[in-house]
């Protein structure tokens, strides 16, 4: 490996300037890259020097030659200051940073408290991109809103490839054919893509939430509201977990819906939870033969009662599919927005000459920070 290739060594690194490494993610069909050649560029101008792991961005198809010529370059990211990735670090990972560094990425905190504590125990500072605060100065931080954009864009794909009839009307000489009839149940960020892609498709959209706030949302783009005369609003966006007699009371009312639809996309979750029953068997079974169920819940139980996690499975002629990871099929477009919130939150935390400076008194980095290093103020 030439002396360009091999990434910066401590003793040769001008004083103050921060390096960054980005590592080859590691986990079975993650395809994302935590920093693309784009963000390499405006970060390195910044007087940062960034380490690739060489093949790191080969799942998005970006070679190593590129983020040299983005003026990386290609070595250990492990010994960098600030370490940023998609997936939660591996134990294993954990164990290469070192003492003193800080780690960018999603962590989990609230269902893998473990990883928090490996990180807490190697000393190293780390940031959640899920725990970055839902206020407007940091929305182009929130990689949570930017990667449910992507799936739940590819749900509605997938319901459209695996539905037996068209989503648009069709008018032919053998007649017409009517539009589908697409259900979205939890209209957050991904609910709203779905509808939008449904919408964009030809069908006939509706949505659902326990928050009758996104209403007008959901009819600013052209698809009707389902009013079940249920409201749960919870902190932060986020709806609140019902009540048993409301979750009762929900799934009646939602059987009955359902079986008008012929594609049902469900993405309600519960930070830190379970996800939430809303499509009951009962519900499937009155579905018409065809119909189509896209569980984006899977990673937290699912949606449907049905649901098997990962998998595609045909129930009372009705196909359910709960796939897992969905932005990471869609590589190229995912890792150039997360790679914007990354460096969104990596820039607030340099001072003006590209030194690593957090102040901990900014909201947004005193809210992501999940485990902090002796010595930050």
Not at 35 to 48: D, F, W, Y
Not at 69 to 78: F, I, M, N, Q, Y
């Amino acid at each position: 490996m030439s002396a360009e290739a091999a990434g910066p060594r401590p003793e040769n690194r001008p004083p103050g300037r921060t390096t960054v490494g980005v590592p080859r993610e590691s986990g079975a069909g993650e395809r994302r890259v935590a920093l693309v050649p784009k963000v390499v560029e405006k970060l390195v101008s910044r007087g940062v020097e960034i380490v690739v792991e060489s093949g790191a961005g080969l799942g998005a198809l970006i070679p190593d030659e590129v983020y040299i010529e983005a003026g990386a370059t290609v070595g250990d990211p492990w010994a960098c200051d600030v370490v940023v990735k998609v997936a939660p670090p591996t134990a294993e990972e954990i164990g290469r940073l070192r003492s003193g560094a800080s780690y960018i990425g999603f962590l989990a905190p609230l269902t893998s408290p473990e990883t928090v504590e490996a990180l807490r125990g190697a000393g190293v500072s780390g940031f959640a991109m899920e725990a970055v605060p839902r206020i407007s100065r940091a929305q182009s931080m929130d990689a949570l809103s930017s990667q449910a954009n992507v799936a739940g864009y590819k749900a509605v794909l997938l319901a459209a490839e695996r539905s037996t009839r068209f989503f648009p009307m069709l008018t032919t000489a053998a007649g017409t054919v009517k539009p589908a009839q697409a259900l979205i149940l939890g209209v957050g960020v991904a609910g709203l893509q779905a509808l939008a892609t449904a919408k964009r498709l030809g069908a006939r959209t509706t949505g659902y939430d326990v928050r009758p706030e996104v209403a007008d949302q959901v009819r600013s783009l052209g698809a009707q509201w389902l009013d079940l005369g249920i409201e749960a609003v919870g902190e932060g966006g986020y709806a609140r977990e019902l009540t048993e007699e409301e979750r009762a009371e929900q799934q009646a009312r939602l059987e009955e819906a359902i079986t008008g639809f012929d594609v049902v996309i469900t993405t309600a979750n519960v930070p830190g939870r379970t996800a939430p029953t809303l499509v009951t068997a009962k519900a499937v079974e009155g579905m018409r033969p065809g119909s189509v169920v896209v569980d984006m819940a899977g990673e937290s139980g699912g949606n449907c009662a049905l649901t098997e996690p990962g998998e595609v499975v045909v129930k009372h002629d009705v196909t359910i599919a709960s796939p897992l990871n969905l932005p990471a099929t869609m590589p190229e477009h995912a890792s150039e927005l997360y790679s914007r919130n990354v460096s969104s939150l990596l820039e607030l935390m340099l001072d003006d000459e590209g030194a690593l400076a957090p102040d901990f008194g900014d909201e947004v980095l005193a809210k992501s920070c999940v485990t902090r290093r002796e010595g930050d103020a």
